[in-house]
């Protein structure tokens, strides 16, 4: 994984979910691409939907102190294309 410059998710939402394992540490995200694990630049891209309250959740269940957060989002970028689902959508719906 480390040879990779980016790791990009380029369209999608939060249903996928994925299993990443570091030094037998099992991490599970449904937004965060897998790179900024790491330490690689990691987008959530255009066409991507981020439901903001899902992204929170991923946040706080892939990383359990603000210090190892901190360390990981550095990495991670946000396309002005991709889509932002806010509270008050969800609660339209």
């Not at 994984?1 to 990009?8: G, I, K, T």
């Not at 299993?19 to 959530?44: M, R």
Request: charged fraction near 15%; proline fraction near 2%.
């Amino acid at each position: 994984m480390r040879n990779y410059s980016f790791v990009c998710r380029w369209a999608g939402g939060n249903n996928a979910g994925h299993t990443i394992y570091i030094d037998s540490k099992k991490y599970k995200t449904h937004l965060i691409p897998s790179g900024v694990f790491y330490g690689i630049t990691s987008a959530i891209g255009p066409g991507c939907v981020v439901n903001i309250n899902s992204f929170f959740k991923d946040i706080l269940r892939a990383f359990e102190n603000i210090k190892i957060m901190k360390t990981y989002m550095e990495y991670l970028l946000f396309s002005r294309c991709a889509l932002l689902q806010t509270i008050i959508f969800c609660l339209i719906k």
